[in-house]
């Protein structure tokens, strides 16, 4: 058995491809690197495009699709996540993943711009980031209170990544980047509430104990009371059918 907080975040991307429309989905990954996620999809039946800026990780992309006999399904698009431009074709995609990717990136609304573009009316983009207010926490509980209370006072919109290291947000910072592209918030879930909590040995050997863990998780995601103090927060929004726009009209750089 892997780690769960492996299994918690594929049932992020389980999740949103149920709450698609059903049958094969075309899927962007973006930031979809070695195709972890995309391959698994793929050998469900879904065709997807990975659009990554490593060509390393491409390339193990590639290698992993073919030994899972999938390369027919997934396509690998070498592109900068902040500069697009026609990397993907316009208004194909049922369901755009931005999972890991904003946290990295010096311009999160640039990425998240060029995501109207990409879905059919109806698509849904799903962006899974990690959690400020669990990260606070993790400080203030190693004794670092100082960091903590640094963690606290800052925001997304005023993050250095060469300072600070990988970004951290809140739900209402990832709600104004979706909702500054023009889509419109389902719902946001929490990821990882207390999966990092619990000691390995809880569950390591014990499928009854790691199943149980992974059925509180969906429990406490769902409550907006610990999703707040969740280590990844995923949020699901929808391009809806008014709101779709010509080709390009997305792209232009924020």
């Known amino acids: ?16 491809v149920a709450a698609g429309p059903s049958g094969s989905l075309r899927v962007v990954d973006l930031g979809g690197g070695t195709g972890a996620d995309a391959v698994r999809l793929a050998r469900l039946g879904h065709r997807l495009t990975v659009v990554d800026s490593s060509p390393d990780a491409l390339a193990s992309l590639h290698r992993r699709s073919v030994e899972a006999g999938v390369e027919d399904l997934v396509t690998a698009v070498a592109g900068d996540l902040e500069d697009l431009g026609a990397a993907v074709p316009d208004g194909e995609a049922d369901l755009v993943l931005c999972h890991g990717v904003l946290e990295h990136v010096d311009r999160p609304a640039t990425v998240l711009s060029a995501v109207p573009a990409m879905l059919r009316p109806g698509g849904l983009l ?18 670092d209170l100082a960091a903590a209370s640094r963690l606290h006072d800052r925001s997304a919109a005023d993050w250095d990544l060469r300072r600070d290291g990988p970004r951290r947000f809140v739900t209402a910072e990832v709600e104004a980047l979706v909702g500054g592209c023009g889509l419109s918030v389902v719902r946001h879930v929490g990821r990882r509430v207390v999966s990092d909590l619990v000691p390995s040995t809880v569950v390591d050997g014990d499928a009854a104990q790691r199943a149980a863990l992974m059925d509180l998780e969906r429990l406490l995601g769902a409550s907006e009371d610990f999703t707040a103090f969740s280590g990844g927060l995923q949020t699901i929004a929808r391009l809806d059918l008014s709101q779709s726009s010509p080709p390009g009209g997305n792209r232009a750089a924020l």
């Not at 058995?1 to 949103?16: E, F, I, K, S």
């Not at 962006?127 to 669990?134: C, H, K, M, T, W």
């Open 1 to 16: 058995m892997g780690p769960v907080r492996l299994d918690v975040v594929w049932q992020a991307v389980l999740d949103v």
């Open 126 to 143: 799903s962006v899974l980031v990690p959690g400020r207010n669990a990260a606070v926490l993790t400080r203030a509980m190693a004794g």
